[in-house]
C-alpha cells in the first residue's frame, strides 16, 4: 500500500513538473503574427466589423483572439500599400520606382526574422 502511494505521488509531481514547465514555455513564447492584406476588402465586408451581407467565421474568429488595427492609409493602387506596410514609410520615401523595392530596404518581415519569428510571405507580390 505504501508503495502504491508512493508511485502515485511520484507520478503526480512528475505531471505537476511536465504542467508547469509546459505553461512557462508557452508564456516565454513570442506571439504568432498574421498579416492579412487584401485587394478591395473594405472594413464593412466582415461580419466582425457589422456586416450582414458576407459571413466571414474563420476572419472573426481571429479577429476576436487577435489584435485589430482598424486606422490605416491606403494607396489608390494596391502595390504602393503593400510597400507601405512592409517598410513602415510613406510612398515618396519607400521605393525607387512603381513595382520595385530595393532588396536592401529593411522591411516588416526583416525585422520579424531579426526578433527570432520564420517568416513567410504568400499570394501577391509584384514588387
Same mark, same amino acid.
Given at each position: 500500500?505504501?508503495?502504491?502511494?508512493?508511485?502515485? #505521488?511520484?507520478?503526480? +509531481? #512528475?505531471? #505537476?513538473?511536465?504542467? &508547469?514547465?509546459?505553461?512557462?514555455?508557452?508564456?516565454? /513564447?513570442?506571439?504568432?503574427?498574421? +498579416?492579412?492584406? $487584401?485587394?478591395?476588402?473594405?472594413?464593412?465586408?466582415?461580419? &466582425?466589423?457589422?456586416?450582414?451581407?458576407?459571413?466571414?467565421?474563420?476572419?472573426?474568429? +481571429?479577429? $476576436? @483572439?487577435?489584435?485589430?488595427?482598424?486606422?490605416?492609409?491606403?494607396?489608390?493602387?494596391?502595390?504602393?500599400? /503593400?510597400?507601405?506596410?512592409?517598410?513602415?514609410?510613406?510612398?515618396?520615401?519607400?521605393?525607387?520606382?512603381?513595382?520595385?523595392?530595393?532588396? @536592401?530596404?529593411?522591411?516588416?518581415?526583416?525585422?520579424?526574422? @531579426?526578433?527570432?519569428?520564420?517568416?513567410?510571405?504568400?499570394? @501577391?507580390?509584384?514588387?
Amino acid at each position: 500500500m505504501a508503495h502504491t502511494f508512493g508511485s502515485i #505521488i511520484s507520478v503526480a +509531481l #512528475i505531471l #505537476i513538473g511536465c504542467i &508547469s514547465s509546459t505553461v512557462s514555455e508557452a508564456a516565454e /513564447r513570442p506571439p504568432n503574427i498574421i +498579416l492579412i492584406m $487584401a485587394d478591395d476588402l473594405g472594413y464593412e465586408c466582415l461580419s &466582425s466589423n457589422g456586416s450582414t451581407s458576407y459571413q466571414t467565421p474563420e476572419l472573426d474568429a +481571429l479577429a $476576436a @483572439k487577435g489584435m485589430r488595427f482598424t486606422q490605416c492609409y491606403s494607396q489608390p493602387v494596391c502595390t504602393p500599400s /503593400r510597400v507601405q506596410i512592409m517598410t513602415g514609410r510613406y510612398n515618396h520615401a519607400n521605393y525607387e520606382y512603381f513595382g520595385y523595392l530595393n532588396p @536592401k530596404e529593411f522591411t516588416f518581415g526583416n525585422l520579424a526574422k @531579426k526578433a527570432g519569428y520564420a517568416t513567410c510571405i504568400a499570394g @501577391k507580390w509584384q514588387l
